[in-house]
């Protein structure tokens, strides 16, 4: 488990967090790549939406292999946001006539796609985000 600093320059240490799990777990180049875009997405959302900009308040982050599967647990204090719902849904710019001004939402629709578990509880403060991918 590790914390880092919601700020943009924590990114790159989010991606090495997790490309280094993947390397001591023996996680083929595919499956790594996708636990490292799943952080980061969710990573950025945090500092972009969750928090309405950077700050030094932490951003928890373990992984663990657990039953042959890869097991992310994502921890930050904005305010509640249940992600889950956007995971499953398509952003509405991605339906909508190109004229139309440009929604969020695709990464985290992306990220839905890359897990086949999930589960959320805003407890004591904080977001808490549990998945599961395949290694």
């Known amino acids: 488990m590790r914390d880092f600093p919601a700020r943009f320059a924590a990114v790159a240490e989010t991606a090495a967090f997790a490309l280094g799990f993947c390397e001591r777990h023996g996680i083929g180049r595919p499956a790594a790549m996708r636990l490292r875009l799943v952080i980061e ?71 839905g796609k890359f897990v086949y578990g999930a589960r959320y509880e805003y407890e004591d403060g904080h977001n808490r985000l549990w998945l599961v991918m395949p290694p």
């Open 41 to 111: 997405e969710l990573f950025t959302n945090s500092i972009q939406h969750g928090y309405r900009g950077e700050c030094d308040t932490p951003v928890r982050i373990a992984l663990a292999m657990i039953d042959g599967h890869v097991t992310v647990r994502y921890e930050d204090s904005a305010p509640p946001f249940d992600v889950l719902a956007r995971m499953s849904t398509l952003p509405p710019d991605l339906v909508a006539p190109l004229e139309a001004p440009p929604t969020d939402g695709l990464g985290v629709y992306l990220v």
